[in-house]
């Protein structure tokens, strides 16, 4: 079924859809003919926990809070469920897949993905295994464009793409190695 290109505003004025998030996005835009995405080293795809498994899956991880309606978690065929990585309750309330807050949502689910102790393990976890192997993140959200799933995507593909940074220790300033204090230290012999 085709979505409307306007939703009406409070006062029943139609107004026109914010602009697509994928033209932004690292990776590329659903099409009609499948949810699912890849990208990433060794792919990361995006595809909804209702779709059959695919030969190219590798590890398939369910990344919403709430148990998909009507799914046995035999039928799923999950290799893991990670509720902790999906936006709080309270977040995921107030988006209620509204593609106009998308853009707000996208901006308060990624620091949510850095400040929440147990999402930003979850996404440390995620980055390791990316780099190893080919991954799925499943969700049940119907829509493949505005929904927390991707956001994650766009978090992970950035934070790959990034260079890495060499290790700092914070605590010392001037010095590459801390083991080697007695290079800073004079020598009276």
Do not use: C
């Amino acid at each position: 079924m085709p979505q409307p290109t306007h939703t009406p505003d409070p006062a029943g004025q139609p107004r026109p859809r914010p602009p697509h998030p994928s033209q932004a996005s690292p990776l590329p835009s659903p099409d009609d003919a499948s949810t699912a995405d890849s990208g990433g080293p060794h792919g990361l795809q995006l595809k909804r926990v209702y779709d059959p498994p695919g030969p190219t899956d590798g590890q398939r991880i369910l990344v919403d809070r709430l148990w998909p309606r009507g799914l046995r978690k035999a039928a799923a065929q999950l290799d893991a469920w990670w509720p902790e990585i999906a936006p709080s309750p309270e977040l995921r309330s107030w988006f209620a897949h509204q593609p106009e807050r998308f853009p707000a949502f996208r901006v308060q689910y990624q620091k949510e993905l850095q400040t929440v102790p147990a999402a930003r393990a979850r996404l440390q976890e995620l980055l390791a295994m990316v780099q190893q192997s080919p991954v799925t993140l499943l969700y049940a959200a119907r829509d493949p464009v505005y929904n927390h799933a991707r956001v994650l995507a766009e978090v992970v593909a950035d934070a790959l793409a990034r260079p890495a940074s060499p290790a700092v220790n914070p605590g010392i300033s001037g010095t590459t190695d801390p083991n080697r204090a007695s290079d800073t230290q004079a020598s009276d012999t």
